[in-house]
């Protein structure tokens, strides 16, 4: 029987890390590509293709996708442990690769519209899968710094694709296929091959990871789970469970914290092009290339957050003081005069905006107990997200480009009841915490546990 030290810990950590994060990371990533890639597909040619500029046909595109990627949120991460994470996850994955692929031979906005519902209902399991395996394989103060890190490579890719898409874009021509049409197409197929790929590597929960694991060092991680927070192996899921965990409140104050945080990113993502070609003058080639470099920056900053949330034990304050920087940026963005003070409001929104996604799973992970519960309350939690990129859709209208003020004030206003609404349950939890060391409160059915903040 392996001993439950420091040294098996961290060699035990390090196997996983290895083998889970890379993959999760790349497969994410590819889909966090697919879903926004419009912005840039728009400056390529698509929007004057498919009548785009047309009242809020393009604003239709944005927000349908999210209508399906909610709905089907909690039935695909219940799915999830039944098939087996490879399984689900490789299939979804192949599954909207597909999706993009034909998205590139579209002749009308309406057939978009109804492709970008199809790759909502794929994309919907992806992320909450994702996060959902992560944070059942690791002990809380554990999670930070690796959903930053699995995070982290969306950030990275989601700069390069701007690159990406101008090089595939170049292909103009060939096939009688305009510029942005072989933007989704490309993209399509490296998500079919990696997705493929990653059917071989990914590994399921520990408590079914006996082609990763021995038996005795299935044990140890079960072990380690179970001494943190009692959920080392699956409970049961049936609908009364389900119904019970939802009538928790607490999943909706982290599905409005990841709406509020979703909300300027998806935003950046689908408009940054449009602003940089329409309201600094950048031509449609500079467009693509400026909006790569503030995701560089991005990552290093979701990384040091995750770290020091980690290392510190503390959730809510870093994300608060994220969202603050996140909606000045924006400000700074649309409002400031020149473009060098417009630009550096971008670097500083997305630079600090990123943090917040993992920030806000890793503080929800924190204070969960049971997979069942986990299972539903990361769902709930990205449907939050979804609704960011709904709200992100409906306030920033194609009509206001490319200053999009509604949008922006929507984004302060989120962003300033997101900080309010973290200082309210930062407080809840001092306080059940301290009832707990008064011998008056067990916290989440479980003697002595703490929840964190």
Same mark, same amino acid.
């Given at each position: 029987?392996?001993?439950?030290?420091?040294?098996?810990?961290?060699g035990?950590?390090?196997r $996983?890390?290895? #083998?889970?994060?890379?993959?999760?990371?790349?497969?994410?990533?590819?889909?966090?590509?697919? #879903?926004?890639?419009?912005?840039?597909?728009?400056?390529?040619?698509?929007?004057?293709?498919?009548?785009?500029?047309?009242?809020? #046909?393009?604003?239709?595109?944005?927000?349908?996708f999210?209508?399906?990627?909610?709905?089907?949120?909690?039935?695909?991460?219940?799915?999830?442990?039944?098939?087996?994470?490879?399984?689900?996850?490789?299939?979804?994955?192949?599954?909207?690769?597909?999706?993009?692929?034909g998205?590139?031979?579209?002749?009308?906005?309406?057939?978009?519209?109804?492709?970008?519902?199809?790759?909502?209902?794929?994309?919907?399991?992806?992320?909450p899968?994702?996060?959902?395996?992560?944070?059942?394989? &690791?002990?809380?103060?554990?999670?930070?710094?690796?959903l930053?890190?699995?995070?982290?490579?969306?950030?990275?890719?989601?700069?390069?694709?701007? %690159?990406?898409?101008?090089?595939?874009?170049l292909?103009?021509?060939?096939?009688?296929?305009?510029?942005?049409?072989?933007?989704?197409?490309?993209?399509?197929?490296?998500?079919?091959?990696?997705?493929?790929?990653?059917?071989?590597i990914? %590994?399921?929960?520990?408590?079914?990871?006996?082609?990763?694991?021995?038996?005795?060092?299935?044990?140890?991680v079960?072990?380690?789970?179970?001494?943190?927070r009692?959920?080392?192996?699956?409970?049961?899921?049936?609908?009364?469970?389900?119904?019970?965990?939802?009538?928790?409140?607490?999943l909706?104050?982290?599905?409005?914290?990841?709406?509020?945080?979703?909300?300027?990113?998806?935003?950046?993502?689908?408009?940054?092009?449009?602003?940089?070609?329409?309201?600094?003058?950048?031509?449609?080639?500079?467009?693509?290339?400026?909006?790569?470099?503030?995701?560089?920056l991005?990552?290093?900053?979701?990384?040091?957050?995750g770290?020091?949330?980690?290392?510190?034990? $503390?959730?809510?304050p870093?994300?608060?003081?994220?969202?603050?920087?996140?909606?000045?940026?924006?400000?700074?963005?649309?409002?400031?005069?020149?473009?060098?003070a417009?630009?550096?409001?971008?670097?500083?929104?997305?630079?600090?905006?990123? &943090?917040?996604?993992?920030?806000?799973?890793?503080?929800q992970?924190?204070?969960?107990?049971?997979?069942?519960?986990?299972?539903?309350?990361?769902?709930?939690? %990205?449907?939050?997200?979804?609704?960011?990129?709904?709200?992100?859709?409906?306030?920033?209208?194609?009509?206001?480009?490319?200053?999009?003020?509604?949008?922006?004030?929507?984004?302060l206003?989120?962003?300033l009841?997101?900080?309010?609404?973290?200082? %309210?349950?930062?407080?809840?939890?001092?306080?059940?915490?301290?009832?707990?060391?008064?011998?008056?409160?067990?916290?989440?059915?479980?003697?002595?546990?703490?929840?964190?903040?």
């Amino acid at each position: 029987m392996l001993l439950a030290n420091d040294v098996s810990a961290t060699g035990h950590r390090r196997r $996983i890390d290895y #083998r889970l994060l890379p993959i999760l990371g790349i497969m994410y990533s590819i889909s966090l590509v697919d #879903r926004t890639n419009l912005g840039l597909a728009m400056v390529a040619g698509m929007s004057e293709d498919l009548g785009l500029t047309i009242g809020n #046909r393009y604003t239709i595109i944005v927000m349908i996708f999210f209508v399906t990627y909610i709905i089907f949120e909690i039935p695909s991460n219940l799915v999830l442990p039944k098939a087996g994470a490879a399984n689900w996850l490789a299939f979804l994955g192949v599954s909207f690769g597909c999706i993009l692929i034909g998205m590139g031979f579209t002749k009308s906005w309406q057939t978009m519209a109804v492709c970008r519902a199809l790759l909502g209902m794929a994309e919907a399991g992806f992320l909450p899968g994702c996060t959902y395996l992560i944070t059942c394989w &690791y002990k809380r103060y554990e999670v930070g710094k690796r959903l930053s890190a699995f995070w982290i490579l969306s950030c990275l890719t989601t700069g390069f694709a701007a %690159i990406f898409a101008y090089a595939l874009s170049l292909m103009k021509g060939i096939g009688g296929l305009n510029g942005w049409s072989w933007i989704f197409i490309i993209e399509g197929l490296v998500t079919v091959v990696v997705c493929t790929v990653g059917w071989f590597i990914i %590994i399921d929960f520990p408590t079914k990871a006996d082609k990763f694991l021995s038996p005795d060092e299935k044990e140890f991680v079960i072990q380690r789970i179970n001494a943190d927070r009692g959920d080392g192996e699956e409970d049961p899921i049936t609908l009364a469970v389900i119904l019970h965990h939802l009538k928790d409140w607490k999943l909706y104050f982290w599905a409005f914290n990841l709406m509020a945080s979703t909300m300027p990113g998806y935003a950046y993502s689908y408009f940054l092009p449009i602003i940089l070609r329409r309201g600094m003058g950048f031509s449609s080639t500079e467009s693509q290339l400026l909006s790569a470099p503030p995701y560089v920056l991005a990552a290093v900053i979701a990384y040091c957050s995750g770290w020091l949330g980690d290392k510190y034990r $503390i959730r809510g304050p870093i994300i608060a003081a994220h969202q603050i920087l996140t909606a000045t940026g924006m400000l700074i963005t649309v409002f400031a005069k020149g473009n060098g003070a417009r630009y550096f409001g971008a670097f500083l929104g997305i630079g600090f905006l990123q &943090y917040c996604v993992p920030g806000v799973l890793t503080y929800q992970a924190n204070n969960i107990t049971r997979q069942s519960k986990r299972s539903v309350a990361t769902a709930i939690c %990205i449907i939050g997200g979804g609704m960011g990129g709904i709200v992100s859709g409906v306030a920033f209208k194609s009509s206001e480009s490319p200053t999009y003020q509604t949008g922006v004030w929507t984004t302060l206003g989120l962003s300033l009841t997101s900080v309010v609404l973290i200082a %309210i349950m930062s407080f809840h939890f001092y306080r059940c915490n301290s009832a707990v060391r008064q011998g008056k409160r067990t916290n989440e059915e479980i003697e002595g546990w703490f929840y964190t903040y």
